[in-house]
């Protein structure tokens, strides 16, 4: 069974960039929609925004909408999370799903094959 692999996370100060890869080399995920998620100490996880399976369509939280962009090469089975005026308060782990249950994309039920996350730390 394969499983999603984020990589990109480390620590940043605020104000600065990070873009964060989610990779299913087998290629199984090619056609499905996906999403990130985070998870900070002390929080449940949330979600901070999803993809459909064209990228055509996007969907963000509002915490992040403006500085956040999701996107997807499906020629090489990989989704981005370009996170951009980073902020301690998006200091979490942050893990990318495959949307497998019709729905609004925001919702964590929605979701299966979950990564291990990467973790993103920005410093004040």
């Known amino acids: 069974q394969e499983q999603l692999v984020e990589s990109g996370g480390g620590l940043v100060q605020a104000g600065g960039s990070l873009r964060l890869s989610c990779a299913a080399p087998g290629g199984t995920f090619r056609n499905a929609g996906k999403g990130w998620f985070r998870q900070a100490p002390g929080k449940e996880r949330e979600c901070v925004a999803g993809?459909?399976?064209?990228?055509?369509?996007?969907y963000y939280a509002d915490s992040v909408k403006g500085r956040f962009t999701i996107s997807r090469d499906n020629a090489k089975n990989t989704m981005y999370l370009q996170m951009n005026s980073l902020n301690p308060e998006d200091t979490a782990v942050y893990y990318c799903a495959v949307h497998t249950i019709s729905g609004t994309y925001y919702s964590e039920n929605e979701y299966d094959y979950w990564g291990q996350g990467t973790q993103v730390t920005v410093s004040s």
């Open positions: 993809i459909n399976w064209s990228g055509a369509r996007t």
